[in-house]
């Protein structure tokens, strides 16, 4: 319990700390203290209520993500004061999210038997966004409704996984040996293989038509890890490596704005007024950054950086925070990860198994994705950093995945305890 405290004191010295660093710089905007003291509230009325109701799952994993948002929202203070309003009430509302799941979801185990209805919602959904959906950047991901714009690929994302959690779970046996022999291999059958192929086309197939091929690129590493983490046979990603190659030649070929993206990754100098113009601003503010940083609120790339509140906040947070800073970000989303690893290696049933490692495995490719594209190690793809980018879907998504994840957590130590009293009432 007293690690828990100190966490918490942790994350509260991070958001405060840095609120009261820009307030004596002079760039602190006063209507974020009022959302912050109730974000930082809301924080600790949670972990009072995990001690009152005895939570015993995963204790880490809240407080590095409490901590990861808290840093956005730093740096959002920083770069953008009123996004950073919008995004402390969008936090709040994902922790109230969190606590609904933690406490409300007595079985997770019956969203398992759900599998075609969760693979019909996430085809459902990309085909509405295609049909109605708002282009933005090049691809049409969002949906306007009133006043609000929502980005329903961030819903796809849970359909899908609780989609693959149940279907692969139920076909382990037969997709790990295989029914039908090709030389010396042995491969599903069409009956067992073909609804989780037909759901990958569709998917997949239905970003390209919205030209949304950085979400395409998460979902297409999803079906594969995940697949390949059930099954432990290195053939699926061996078939995996020139599917990969071929779709992504067709989107270079198809696609003028992925075309635009290649040439800038390649050489951003080229055309450093244009398309290059990003890329070039974000590798000369981490260069800038040096190993300590420039100092918070001493950057360029707040102003330099056209998308910085979203694709590139990274970049000003490796400028004013330098290496060392960056770091201990990348290493905030690796625990985050490991522990989703954690719990899905401590589970005893094979949906929660499933699950909890999708989960790990979707936020570590979203974050290596676009931790690459700012860095310049892979063409940028435009997608959020988790808990950090401005974004409100993304933010109750990913807080609704880290509520399945700690409820899955919660069970299993209720078992293993319930397992060992009677164990011990035996004896």
């Given at each position: 319990m007293k690690t828990k405290f100190s966490l918490r004191l942790i994350i509260f010295a991070i958001l405060w700390l840095g609120l009261g660093v820009l307030h004596l710089e002079g760039k602190l905007d006063p209507r974020l203290l009022g959302p912050a003291g109730a974000f930082t509230l809301l924080m600790a009325a949670g972990a009072v209520l995990e001690r009152v109701t005895r939570y015993r799952g995963d204790p880490f994993i809240l407080p590095t993500v409490e901590a990861i948002v808290s840093v956005g929202v730093v740096f959002l203070a920083r770069i953008r004061p009123d996004l950073a309003l919008h995004q402390l009430w969008w936090a709040?509302?994902?922790?109230?999210?969190?606590?609904?799941?933690?406490?409300?979801?007595?079985?997770?185990?019956?969203?398992?038997?759900?599998?075609?209805?969760?693979?019909?919602?996430?085809?459902?959904?990309?085909?509405?966004?295609?049909?109605?959906?708002?282009?933005s950047g090049g691809a049409t991901s969002w949906l306007r409704l009133g006043p609000f714009t929502v980005e329903?690929?961030?819903?796809?994302?849970?359909?899908?996984?609780?989609?693959l959690a149940s279907y692969l779970g139920e076909h382990e046996t037969l997709l790990r040996v295989g029914t039908v022999q090709i030389g010396r291999m042995s491969v599903p059958d069409v009956r067992t293989l073909g609804p989780f192929l037909l759901m990958a086309a569709f998917s997949l197939g239905l970003l390209a038509a919205q030209k949304s091929l950085g979400t395409a690129l998460v979902f297409y590493a999803l079906f594969v890890l995940l697949l390949y983490a059930v099954t432990d046979r290195a053939l699926y990603l061996g078939v995996s490596i020139p599917v990969f190659l071929l779709t992504g030649w067709l989107g270079y070929t198809l696609f003028g704005h992925v075309r635009v993206r290649v040439e800038a990754w390649l050489n951003p100098w080229r055309d450093i007024a244009g398309g290059g113009y990003q890329i070039a601003q974000s590798l000369f503010a981490i260069a800038g950054g040096g190993v300590l940083g420039t100092g918070l609120g001493n950057g360029i790339a707040a102003f330099q950086v056209p998308a910085v509140s979203t694709d590139f906040i990274f970049a000003a947070i490796a400028e004013e925070l330098g290496f060392v800073g960056a770091m201990a970000v990348i290493c905030l989303f690796?625990?985050?990860?490991?522990?989703?690893?954690?719990?899905?290696?401590?589970?005893?049933?094979?949906?929660?198994?499933?699950?909890?490692?999708?989960?790990?495995?979707?936020?570590?490719?979203?974050?290596?994705?676009?931790?690459?594209?700012?860095?310049?190690?892979?063409?940028?793809?435009?997608?959020?950093?988790?808990?950090?980018?401005?974004?409100?879907?993304?933010?109750?998504?990913?807080?609704?995945?880290?509520?399945?994840?700690?409820?899955?957590?919660?069970?299993?130590?209720?078992?293993?305890?319930?397992?060992?009293?009677g164990r011990e009432y035996a004896t």
């Open positions: 709040m509302a994902g922790l109230v999210l969190y606590y609904l799941l933690l406490w409300g979801l007595r079985d997770y185990r019956r969203l398992g038997n759900l599998q075609y209805f969760w693979g019909l919602a996430a085809v459902g959904l990309l085909v509405v966004t295609l049909l109605f959906g708002v282009t329903p690929e961030e819903l796809v994302k849970v359909a899908l996984l609780l989609f690796l625990i985050v990860v490991l522990r989703a690893f954690s719990i899905s290696m401590k589970t005893s049933d094979h949906f929660g198994q499933i699950l909890a490692a999708g989960i790990g495995i979707l936020i570590g490719t979203e974050s290596l994705v676009i931790l690459t594209g700012v860095t310049k190690l892979l063409p940028l793809t435009g997608i959020p950093l988790p808990w950090i980018s401005y974004g409100g879907s993304s933010m109750l998504v990913h807080f609704l995945l880290l509520g399945l994840l700690s409820r899955i957590s919660q069970a299993e130590s209720k078992n293993s305890l319930a397992e060992a009293k």
